[in-house]
């Protein structure tokens, strides 16, 4: 009996916490107040990804990336600075382009699915050229933990106009 106890009130107790987890990733994204932070750039399977992937000595298809790259939003400011992995990689400065730009002028829109993940889909309007090319959209998929995909594309006229990363989405830093 003590055991059935202890394991319900452990349930109980694991549940708690992940409906907490659950509220502080809407309440983030509802705000429009959250940072993107990217752990990974994904290849698409292009030949130019998988001769990226090749030359990193990795056996996966993904280029492991530290927290110096994000997606921040707050006050109707938009900052990015991510890696465009499908360029070059200069062994000792890292990437030679990013997609670095600053964005005042976007629309945002939010979308909840029933099983409580987010699709947060971003249009910049005042954005010029990148290094990489024009960003036509920024799409934010999350789940109720805070794991995020995001996609980019480049308003390019080639079959290699995306940029997939894969993350997590946390409160901005003061």
Do not use: H
Not at 22 to 40: H, P, Q, R, V
């Amino acid at each position: 009996m003590k055991k059935q106890i202890l394991v319900f009130s452990f349930f109980l107790l694991a549940q708690n916490l992940f409906c907490q987890i659950n509220n502080k990733i809407d309440e983030l994204i509802n705000k429009d107040s959250f940072t993107f932070y990217a752990e990974k750039a994904i290849a698409s399977g292009k030949k130019q990804d998988i001769k990226l992937a090749n030359s990193l000595n990795s056996v996966s298809r993904s280029v492991s990336l530290n927290q110096e790259f994000y997606l921040f939003i707050q006050n109707k400011d938009l900052s990015v600075d991510l890696p465009d992995y499908q360029n070059q990689i200069d062994q000792s400065k890292g990437f030679i382009y990013n997609f670095n730009f600053n964005s005042k002028d976007f629309k945002i829109s939010k979308k909840k699915s029933k099983r409580g993940d987010w699709i947060i889909k971003i249009n910049p309007l005042d954005i010029a050229t990148t290094q990489s090319g024009v960003i036509k959209e920024i799409i934010i998929n999350t789940n109720k933990i805070g794991k995020a995909t995001t996609t980019i594309y480049l308003n390019k006229n080639s079959p290699d106009n995306t940029r997939v990363f894969e993350g997590y989405i946390t409160n901005n830093k003061s």
